[in-house]
Nanobody
Framework: QGQLVESGGGLVQAGGSLRLSCAAS????????LGWFRQAPGKERELVVA????????YYADSVKGRFTISRDNAKNTVYLQMNSLKPEDTAVYYC????????????????????WGQGTQVTVSS
């Protein structure tokens, strides 16, 4: 079965930047909508941003709009999350996820829409 592997997490100072990557082994990567989710200690897993199969449509959580950017490179079977102006409240384990559904984002995608998940990568933002 396909596999998603995140990388790029780490410790960064507030105001700094990180770029997360999620590489997929699935040859049909381009057929999947992708999302980044995060889960902070004591909190539920929440959407950060989702991207459509084509990469044209995106849905950003209000908390990251203007700071985070998602992109995908279907030729490399990889999705990225560029995180700028990081805040301590961004501290969480970040997960990438994939689903063959979700062609549009009229509503906020939820964890239940995503069938495949990576193992997560820790992002810690110091104040």
């Amino acid at each position: 079965q396909g596999q998603l592997v995140e990388s790029g997490g780490g410790l960064v100072q507030a105001g700094g930047s990180l770029r997360l990557s999620c590489a997929a082994s699935d040859r049909t990567f381009s057929r999947y909508s992708l999302g980044w989710f995060r889960q902070a200690p004591g909190k539920e897993r929440e959407l950060v941003v989702a991207i459509s199969r084509s990469g044209v449509s995106t849905y950003y959580a209000d908390s990251v709009k203007g700071r985070f950017t998602i992109s995908r490179d279907n030729a490399k079977n990889t999705v990225y999350l560029q995180m700028n102006s990081l805040k301590p409240e961004d501290t969480a384990v970040y997960y990438c996820a994939a689903t063959p559904a979700l062609s549009t984002f009229a509503t906020m995608p939820t964890t239940r829409e995503y069938e495949y998940w990576g193992q997560g990568t820790q992002v810690t933002v110091s104040s």
